[in-house]
């Protein structure tokens, strides 16, 4: 264990996990849980969907650019500090959210609780290399994994819900009580975890001399686009599957919401065998066998869409392999990253969230604008981005499947 000689990170090792699982789930939480309720919001402001919907866009904004400011300041000057001014901003903007009485006016304060979500989410990250090495901190990252797959299954469930017994500002009033609660795990659970090598390391070096340092590096790099590329598939699959399984195909939304429940519970498997394979190969050794099967199951997905062979099933059976491919790659891939520079832990974290929302939602938009109600276009973006991660994990960090920090 490192950076524990300060305060330890938590009462209990479990205790600590479920606190950064929950930091973690800021931004599936914020995001899945209020897609039930755009047509409603539309609805009631008397706004098209496409208005409604820049309010994702926003959210997705805040979480991007946030994440360059939280990472960098929590090696200067602590954990906790940021972190908690984040949640409370937070908070502040999910109360505000609920009172939103135009769609300018949400999506506004959606680019206000995205800038504070981020807070959890890079931060969190920076204190499981605080306090972990390379491969315990990929043992981590897959138990959080759990609270990352369960989050866009029960999410949507928990928002449609609310819809049902009250209104969609229920949702909002929702997320500024698990912003409370998470402030408070923060105040009372969480101790300072930065290093004394970090905090003199980033006092001698203004942050933004510190990203550009950081995004010169070779093998950091190889992880960054390896760790952004398969999070550019999830976003994909995220905005271009309801369209295709529930448009296309005719399934049903409850069909719909089973299908996705199938996909996140394999993701879910998926991390949590990654963590008990673990025990016995090093880190970047699964990542390097995940990240070729995740590109075969990707040209299989292609396939399958242009020779339009295999009717849903055999679509949903690929995106079952790539998105299971997801729980072998995110957590080794961010555990490598980070074991780069420990010294520099949170303005890792930074680039890693920037470039995996930077080059999620480049991908989104490509698959939207290429849209043409088949597969292809989804698949297309998908199989890239595996083919790109596969390259630049084997390229840039040199194929090193034997070095874990």
Not at 18 to 46: E, K, N, Q, R, W
Not at 102 to 112: H, I, Q, T, V
Not at 182 to 198: K, N, Q
Not at 241 to 259: H, R
Request: charged letters at 10%; one cysteine or more; hydrophobic letters at 55%.
């Amino acid at each position: 264990m490192q950076g524990t000689s300060r305060a330890n990170a938590s009462k209990s090792p479990l205790g600590m996990v479920v606190l950064l699982g929950g930091l973690t789930a800021f931004g599936a939480l914020s995001i899945d849980m209020y897609l039930p309720a755009l047509p409603v919001i539309a609805a009631d402001f008397g706004a098209s969907d496409g208005v409604i919907e820049r309010s994702l866009a926003t959210f997705l904004a805040g979480l991007a650019l946030g994440q360059l400011f939280y990472g960098p300041l929590s090696d200067r000057i602590g954990r906790r500090p940021p972190l908690i001014a984040g949640i409370a901003i937070y908070v502040l903007a999910s109360t505000l959210c609920a009172f939103a009485t135009s769609p300018n006016m949400l999506a506004a304060l959606r680019f206000g609780q995205g800038l504070g979500a981020c807070a959890g989410m890079v931060i969190s990250r920076a204190i499981v290399r605080d306090v972990f090495d390379h491969q315990e901190s990929a043992r981590v990252f897959s138990m959080i994994m759990l609270v990352f797959g369960l989050a866009p299954v029960l999410a949507p469930l928990l928002g449609s819900y609310l819809m049902v017994v009250t209104n969609w500002r229920a949702i909002f009033i929702f997320m500024t009580l698990f912003g409370l609660v998470m402030l408070y795990a923060i105040v009372f659970r969480l101790g300072e975890t930065r290093s004394d090598a970090t905090e003199a390391t980033a006092r001698g070096e203004h942050p933004i001399a510190a990203l550009a340092l950081l995004a010169t590096n070779r093998k950091l790099l190889g992880y960054l686009l390896a760790s952004a590329c398969n999070s550019a598939c999830l976003f994909t699959y995220i905005s271009a599957s309801p369209a295709l399984i529930m448009g296309t195909y005719g399934i049903s939304p409850t069909g719909f919401g089973w299908l996705f429940g199938v996909n996140a519970l394999g993701l879910i498997v998926a991390s949590q065998v990654n963590r008990a394979a673990l025990a016995r190969f090093r880190a970047d050794s699964i990542l390097a066998v995940a990240s070729i099967v995740a590109a075969l199951f990707g040209f299989a997905l292609l396939a399958l869409a242009l020779l339009n062979v295999g009717g849903l099933t055999g679509i949903m059976v690929m995106l079952l392999g790539i998105l299971s491919s997801f729980g072998f790659i995110m957590g080794n891939a961010s555990a490598g990253a980070l074991s780069v520079d420990p010294a520099r832990s949170g303005s890792v974290s930074a680039l890693m969230g920037a470039t995996g929302f930077t080059v999620g939602g480049l991908a989104m938009t490509i698959a939207s604008l290429f849209a043409d109600g088949t597969a292809v276009p989804m698949a297309a973006v998908m199989c890239l981005s595996l083919v790109i991660a596969a390259l630049a994990f084997f390229g840039l960090t040199r194929g090193d499947a034997s070095a874990h920090g």
